[in-house]
């Protein structure tokens, strides 16, 4: 499922836009840290939504400056919003880590070098952490219905996300002298 598509398609919700006003939109709310949506993937997003019939194009308009296309949703397109957003809200995606992987393949790293490594992770992720909570002060003002339980949504996953590489770093340790004795973390010897 494509976070750009729902996007396009709620933005169409409130009326007929063209593509600057979608793109725009998505650069005041900043879509690119809260979601997987590139503001520069919108304008495919809606050359297919078009070729799919789930938004139309309902005139070109032209000021001052270039001719823009204004999109409408279809009463498809509508069927499709709704669909998607409830399947989305009902849907629990958690997407594997890649450091999980790293961490897999990690047997050649001495305990220093890696220990530097996470501890980086860590630290840019506390520093994120301060930017988003600064993000979400200036933000304050302006947010309204839901949007406050997105930056809590948001805060709650970096907090995790500090938790758990504070834990790893903790435990090292102890992991590492398991791994280097070929014995499972927790002391007890792998069964074969």
């Known amino acids: 499922m494509s976070d750009a598509r729902m996007f396009v398609l709620g933005a169409l919700l409130r009326g007929p836009m063209h593509g600057h006003q979608i793109r725009r939109q998505a650069q005041l709310d900043r879509t690119e840290l809260w979601t997987d949506i590139k503001v520069g993937s919108l304008y495919g997003a809606l050359h ?9 194009v309902v005139r070109t308009e032209q000021a001052a400056g270039p001719a823009r296309t204004v999109y409408a949703l279809t009463p498809a397109g509508r069927e499709e919003f709704i669909a ?12 594997p880590d890649p450091v999980d992987l790293a961490l897999h393949y990690a047997d050649d790293l001495a305990e220093e070098d890696l220990r530097a490594l996470i501890g980086d992770r860590r630290d840019a992720l506390i520093v994120r952490l301060a930017a988003w909570l600064h993000q979400r002060e ?7 219905g839901l949007e406050p339980m997105s930056f809590d949504h948001t805060t709650a996953r970096l907090r995790a996300e500090i938790a758990w590489h504070e834990s790893l770093l903790e ?11 070929g014995q499972a973390p927790t002391g007890e010897g792998r069964q074969e």
């Open 138 to 144: 200036q933000a304050e003002p302006y947010l309204r």
């Open 48 to 56: 297919r939504l078009v070729a799919e019939g789930a938004i139309e």
């Open 84 to 95: 998607l957003r409830d399947r989305t809200l009902r849907e629990v995606r958690l997407r």
């Open 171 to 181: 435990q090292l340790p102890k992991l590492l002298a398991a791994r280097d004795r």
